[in-house]
């Protein structure tokens, strides 16, 4: 599903080259459940923005679902990020003006989907992260937990192959934390491939796979 | 996919009232003071001119005066008359002169009725209606050349006169007893706007022809002539003919300014032309800048936009927007806001013209009248002014890197 291979990520600043990424090689198959940690500035937010095509390697080889992403121009790649990748943010990254529903609604507005499969699919997804009675919310009225339920629910609406989430808890108290651990560890039992960046050591007790990033190099 | 993009961009507006109602304020209240200005200043301009004209347009009055310089034989301070066949011999001497009319003057007292009361009489040729802007209202006429070949008892009124002798009933072939002498009414003044004259207001003045004048009192002198020029660009060289022509017949020097005032209504104009020219660029200049202005605002605004939605822009590019969304999004934004501003702005101008209309300002500004290409043209103009001032902080916002601008 997910190829790097001697994954390189140079950022220039000016005067100084800062090499996040050192030639990181992973693999993840469907249906996996892979957690990185590392310190800050291990470069395991550089490796998870070049995950999701966010971002492009300055060297080395991403396949995703054997298309080789180099070559993809930014519109592809932003079709790529609506279909193929569902995002989750430590700061939930919602509109502020806009719904729980109208939020969730938002990638199906970009895929083009139409006005009914649209209504369906919103409705089912925020049914199945438990906020069917919030849709018309907005996020300053949603707590913590409720707000990351919605992010999920906006990573999900158009079936992705793969779910990021980056320190998904980060920003949450232990007991919405441990709900959301919760419904991501239910999400990977119903198939989906997610992978999970974080320091939160608990989290390895809910995953099967732990990759370790120092210094812009894996440990395995 | 556009039509979606609008739903959302104004679901997006709707949720941000405070900013999205200052932002169309601006251009609202830019487009209500250009329309505004321009239509106050072409109205002060069209007034102007319009009353200005009232007495007649490139017209030149000519008064017998006193010599100031001796001159053949003659002593300086010498008064000159013009005698009867005056207008006629000018007009036979000076090609140049296109229209002239000698003006007789005596104040009168008429009668219909019971009512009594004096005015201003004056026989003039029928030439002196083009000259003088003696429009008659509907239904009625100035003197005729017929009139003055046959010396008829008919007059033609101000429209003042017919409202203190007739009341508000039509004067037209009613009889007007004139030093006891009956004339026909054919004629009445149309209401007309008049800040210049030289022997009271036309809308007071009683007209009959010089003949039916010069059999009744046998005048040997005309009070002055009013004469236009054949081609209006020869004006200054028909002066210069006419005191010529006059100070052959009645010897003094052409060189004397004294002797043949003339009043030049062309002067006038050239000034006013000159000074209206001036104001019509600064008017344009003023409703420039208060364009560029709004435009500077505009463009502040949606810089502000943009940045305080960059995360916003770099959540909407990870989950999938395309730049060129992103660009639409904020062109469309910007256009929904120039067009409502622009045209709320329009129409709010059009009510407060009509407003201002109603208010008995008239006399100075004239009536406000909005002019459909300067409308559109300020319409155009500041929507054009919203675009650009939205396509940099749009471009901006299409090209930020979304890493960048989900962490800021």
Redesign the interface.
């Given at each position: 599903m997910i190829k790097l291979e001697n994954i390189r990520k140079v950022y220039s600043t000016g005067k100084v080259d800062v090499e996040a990424l050192r030639g990181v090689n992973l693999h993840i198959k469907k249906g996996d459940f892979v957690t990185v940690i590392g310190p800050s500035g291990s470069g395991k937010s550089t490796l998870m923005h070049i995950m999701g095509c966010l971002d492009k390697p300055t060297a080395g080889r991403y396949q995703l679902n054997g298309q080789n992403i180099q070559h993809l121009n930014d519109n592809q790649l932003s079709e790529l990020r609506n279909r193929e990748i569902g995002f989750v943010f430590q700061n939930f990254n919602l509109l502020p003006y806009a719904s729980a529903y109208e939020n969730v609604e938002m990638p199906l507005l970009f895929a083009g989907v139409g006005g009914k499969k649209r209504k369906e699919k919103v409705e089912s997804i925020l049914k199945k992260v438990g906020l069917a009675d919030r849709m018309d919310h907005r996020p300053n009225e949603l707590s913590g937990g409720q707000k990351q339920r919605v992010a999920i629910a906006r990573a999900l609406v158009n079936d992705p192959n793969i779910i990021l989430a980056d320190e998904p808890t980060g920003n949450l108290d232990s007991t919405s934390g441990r709900e959301i651990m919760e419904l991501f560890v239910s999400l990977w039992e119903e198939g989906h491939t997610i992978v999970m960046i974080t320091h939160d050591p608990r989290a390895k007790d809910y995953t099967e796979k732990v990759v370790t990033i120092i210094d812009g190099l894996i440990e395995s | 996919?556009i039509i979606?993009?609008v739903v959302?961009i104004l679901?997006?507006l709707r949720?941000?009232k405070l900013r999205t109602v200052l932002t169309l304020f601006g251009i609202f209240w830019g487009t209500t003071s250009v329309i505004l200005l321009l239509s106050f200043g072409m109205a002060v301009k069209a007034r102007t001119s319009e009353t200005m004209h009232g007495m007649g347009e490139q017209i030149c009055i000519i008064w017998a005066g006193r010599t100031s310089i001796s001159y053949g034989g003659f002593p300086k301070g010498r008064n000159l008359n013009f005698y009867n066949g005056d207008a006629r011999y000018l007009k036979d001497n000076v090609p140049l002169i296109g229209d002239i009319s000698p003006q007789y003057t005596r104040s009168l007292p008429a009668n219909v009725g019971a009512k009594k009361q004096s005015f201003l009489v004056s026989a003039v040729w029928p030439e002196f209606k083009e000259m003088r802007n003696m429009i008659p209202r509907e239904g009625s006429r100035f003197i005729s050349p017929i009139d003055e070949e046959k010396r008829r008892r008919v007059v033609f009124i101000g429209n003042d006169v017919e409202k203190t002798m007739f009341g508000n009933k039509d004067a037209v072939g009613k009889i007007i007893y004139i030093d006891g002498i009956p004339f026909t009414v054919v004629g009445v003044l149309i209401e007309k706007q008049q800040d210049s004259d030289y022997s009271g207001r036309d809308k007071d003045a009683i007209y009959m022809p010089t003949s039916t004048y010069l059999a009744i009192y046998g005048d040997r002198f005309i009070n002055n002539m009013v004469a236009r020029a054949r081609d209006i660009n020869q004006t200054d060289a028909m002066k210069k003919a006419i005191i010529a022509a006059m100070a052959k017949k009645y010897r003094f020097s052409p060189e004397d300014e004294q002797a043949l005032p003339i009043w030049d209504t062309t002067e006038m104009d050239q000034f006013l032309n000159t000074f209206f020219n001036g104001f019509t660029i600064f008017l344009g200049i003023v409703g420039v800048m208060t364009l560029i202005v709004g435009g500077i605002g505009i463009a502040n605004i949606m810089y502000v936009i943009v940045e305080e939605r960059t995360?916003?822009i770099?959540?909407?590019?990870?989950?999938?927007?395309?730049?060129?969304?992103i660009l639409v999004h904020y062109l469309i934004e910007t256009f929904v806001i120039a067009s409502v501003g622009s045209i709320s702005g329009f129409l709010f101008s059009l009510l407060l013209i009509f407003g201002i209309n109603q208010a008995p300002l008239e006399d100075f500004v004239g009536v406000l009248k909005v002019n459909p290409t300067i409308s559109i043209a300020s319409i155009l103009i500041i929507s054009t002014i919203t675009f650009v001032a939205g396509w940099g902080p749009a471009k901006r916002a299409s090209n930020l890197?979304?890493?960048v601008a989900?962490n800021g």
């Open positions: - | 996919m979606k993009n959302q679901r997006e949720k941000q995360s916003e770099g959540v909407k590019r990870a989950i999938g927007a395309k730049k060129r969304l890197d979304p890493v989900i």
